[in-house]
């Protein structure tokens, strides 16, 4: 027998005031941030985020400072009326997510794949970054 943790549902009061607030916010105004995973091998630091349903042509992916920044629009074209919903909770409209890369990065020969609704983002690391530094000690006498 296995056990089942019990979470109550502290935001169900709320669900009545988040339709009557989506209900209320046109559609151009809302936006998300799709959820990524960040990892890095000897070379890279690879970035992937699931943007299933999303046309690779309306994303735009920049990079600079080490800071990387994925944008785009997900749009859904269907003839079911907006009040014939019973739940609405797949994201539309635009995406943003800015993040900071961990180490620095050539942003010149940065690729990106869509691969099966994942897209992937390849950046190679600045390995001159990591060479250490050693810092001769001027002595002087008085």
């Known amino acids: 027998m296995s056990l089942i943790k019990w979470s109550p549902n502290i935001f169900e009061p709320f ?27 000897k070379n ?3 970035v992937e985020t699931q943007l299933a ?7 735009d992916i920049s990079i600079e400072n080490d800071v990387l920044t994925i944008q785009g629009k997900s749009e859904k074209k269907t ?17 943003y997510r800015c993040v900071q890369l961990p180490t620095h990065v050539i942003s010149d020969k940065a690729k990106a794949e869509a691969i099966d609704g994942v897209l992937k983002i ?12 050693t810092i001769k000690i001027d002595i002087k006498k008085k």
Do not use: H
Request: no cysteine.
């Open 53 to 59: 349903g999303v046309d690779p042509e309306q994303v």
């Open 15 to 41: 669900e009545e005031m988040d339709t009557m607030f989506n209900s209320l916010a046109p559609q151009v105004a809302r936006s998300f941030a799709p959820a990524i995973d960040m990892y890095e091998d």
């Open 44 to 46: 890279n630091v690879i």
């Open 79 to 95: 003839e079911v009326e907006e009040q014939d919903y019973y739940k609405k909770e797949i994201r539309r409209g635009s995406f």
């Open 122 to 133: 390849t950046v190679p690391k600045a390995l001159e970054g990591k060479k250490k530094k």
